[in-house]
């Protein structure tokens, strides 16, 4: 989902899934900023909420005995977002081998003033919930989520391969 307001943003690629966060108190460390925590909270919510916007939700993969678990997360913190900050997050799913792996990547911009405020990739592996083992994307997951897929050489939706 993404607003006609998030449309104007600098987005690192196009049509973005977006959720408003803004820091609460509780958010708000020692420093007079967010959490740096916080912001990883914050991309475990918008990736889930875009995977129940794609019409995945935890029942289902628990249904499926499937789940994608990050093998690898990365955040890149740029400038500090402050109590009551309003934010944008968006995310994608930028890669996947159609098999196994699958990549999700975040940016948080503060619409005020088009900051880019954190950059953050996950690096993904489809496992089997009873367990933990890697598995084969099942096939409501290679429908759901390779025909969103980022191209990584030109930024746009790749063609699904499964």
């Known amino acids: 989902m993404m607003t ?29 900023h967010t959490n740096n925590s916080v912001y990883v909270r914050w991309c475990d919510s918008v990736g889930w909420a ?7 939700s935890l029942a289902d993969w628990q249904r499926l005995d499937r789940a994608m678990a990050i093998r ?14 309003e934010m944008l997050l968006g995310t994608w799913i930028y890669g996947s081998d159609g098999k196994l ?7 948080l ?6 900051a880019t405020i954190m950059r953050g990739r996950w690096q993904l592996v489809c496992i089997e919930l009873s367990s933990g083992r890697p598995r084969r994307l099942p096939p409501e997951f290679a429908t759901v989520y390779l025909p969103v897929m980022i191209n990584a050489d030109d930024g746009d939706p790749a063609p699904a391969t499964a």
Request: no cysteine; net charge negative.
């Open 72 to 85: 690898r997360g990365e955040y890149d913190y740029l400038l500090p977002s402050h109590l009551g900050d």
């Open 4 to 32: 006609d307001a998030a449309a104007d943003l600098a987005w690192d690629h196009p049509a973005p899934f977006t959720l408003p966060m803004t820091p609460a108190p509780g958010d708000i460390d020692g420093l007079n």
């Open 101 to 107: 792996v699958m990549e999700r990547r975040f940016q």
């Open 109 to 114: 911009i503060r619409p005020r003033d088009g």
């Open 50 to 56: 875009h995977s129940e916007a794609l019409g995945l």
